[in-house]
């Protein structure tokens, strides 16, 4: 029943010479600049990936899709693939109008014909598609958050595939990868997606699979878009190579796929096997909570552990590729060997380490045992993650004008700096408005122009491993969540709210400033006629009255100890 017969699957891509003429055409046409995750649902959609797919939905496939998985015409597609823009260019269009689709430098990928446009209810597709209405998903927050309020539809018309810089010799197309299936002679193939770094339970489980099924195995990696804070791509596929040395030889091949995953469970497991049949592979392995997207904001799972499987299970005959069962693996230390933990007799010392124990292992440089993973990969994961007392991390202090932010983040920066071992470079309120952000006044506009400047400023530090100390007002806290998030990506933030009262800050007045507020010579001075949102739950308050710099200093020194960012 599953064999596939690997012939060429259908592409959207026009020939050679009509894609040299179409692009010259289409710099005329208006155009519109694909998101990152446009281009990885381009770049699948062109070269057969998404098939039967021949554009982005029309507003008929995208309700049938929504609805019951099923395009108009009834095909089976789980997940709705649309072109999501803001209003003001949707505005602008003709429908039957073609545009041109162009990548984040400006070169033209695709044309598309316009021939629907629509606002979409995204409350009905998070519902639907990803089970709740809920932004702690994140493809239903990217739906409400990030993606545009139109949609449009149409089919699309291939130029040129997306040009990727890395890895270009592990990329492979539909067809590129059903050739190399059929010059092999590989009939049966699973197909194994992940997006985590594979160790050893991984290599024994994708193996045994294979030999179940006796077919060859396809490592297939995700390396679109995957789910926030995973482990970057790089570092996964030089893992990847590490473990792809471990199986027997001629067995198995590993692939890159280009995908961005939106993290949906069992409708993802069903989109994750239609695009692996279109790939050539005849078994997919579909594990507990496949894609799941973690907790909702209740704290409970989005999908039941076997939901995934249970809705493959269901379509696997119309996908025309079979599912294969994820076997949780355990090391058994009498046998020395990896095991499925539903075969083991009771009695024998079962030995497993968690994701959670394995990053709390990396971030605090403990070891990771032989058994877990390889030595190869181990040494990637540390070069990525280092412990914490090695990662760049960013101390933001907030308070008012004259609250004493400048003072402790200098004497806190002459510290750190007596410990050695990291960079350490001090954005001051005044130094950065010197600098950076001349030429910006103290609207909320300009101010937050220049809360996110530094912010930038400090996670490009925290991501080359330094330490940087911001002492802003800062005075609103969506700014300061914003900059939060941008260094989170990289390392820790600790924000400090120095927590000196206006009355005490108008007392002290150092720079005389205050005097000149109340006379209104300066305006919109924060906490006297500007707004100060008091930070909620910082990482440390410091309550400087009656407290010398010394002593607010150390204060957050030991926060940073015991966050384990400083080695004591
Ligand atoms: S903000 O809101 O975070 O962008 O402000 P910041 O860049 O930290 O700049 C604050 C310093 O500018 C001086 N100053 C004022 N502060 C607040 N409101 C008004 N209108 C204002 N005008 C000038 C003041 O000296 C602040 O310095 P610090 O170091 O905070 O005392």
Known sequence: MYTSNLAP??????SYESAQKLKIEAANLISWDLTPRQICDLELLMNGGFNPLKGFLSEEDYDGVVENMRTADGALWPIPINLDVSEKFAETLELGQDIALRDQEGVILATMTVTDRWEPNKAREAEKVFGADDDAHPAVNYLHNQAGKIYLGGPVTGIQQPVHYDFRGRR????????YFRKLGWRKVVAFQTRNPLHRAHQ???FRAAKEAQANLLIHPVVGLTK???VDHFTRVRCYEAVLDKYPAATTTMSLLNLAMRMAGPREAVWHGLIRANHGCTHFIVGRDHAGPGKNSAGEDFYGPYDAQELFAAHQEEMGIEMVDFKHMVWVAERAQYEPADEIEEGVTVLNISGTELRRRLAEGLEIPEWFSFPEVVTELRKTRPPRAKQG????????????KSTIANALMVKLMEMGGRPVTLLDGDIVRKNLSSELGFSKEHRDLNIRRIGYVASEITKNGGIAICAPIAPYATTRRAVREDVEQFGAFIEVHVATSIEECEKRDRKGLYKLAREGKIKEFTGISDPYDVPVSPE???ET???????????????????GLIAD
């Open 540 to 542: 440390l308050r410091i």
């Open 228 to 230: 926030p804070g995973d």
């Open 172 to 179: 492979d197309t539909p067809n590129e990868l059903r050739a």
């Open 545 to 563: 009255e009656g407290t010398d710099v010394d002593n607010c200093a150390h204060q957050v020194l030991l926060k940073l100890e015991s966050l």
């Open 393 to 404: 991390f960013t101390v933001f202090f907030t308070g008012f004008s004259g609250s004493g």
């Open 204 to 206: 024994e489980l994708t």
């Open 9 to 14: 699957i259908s592409e959207l891509y026009v």
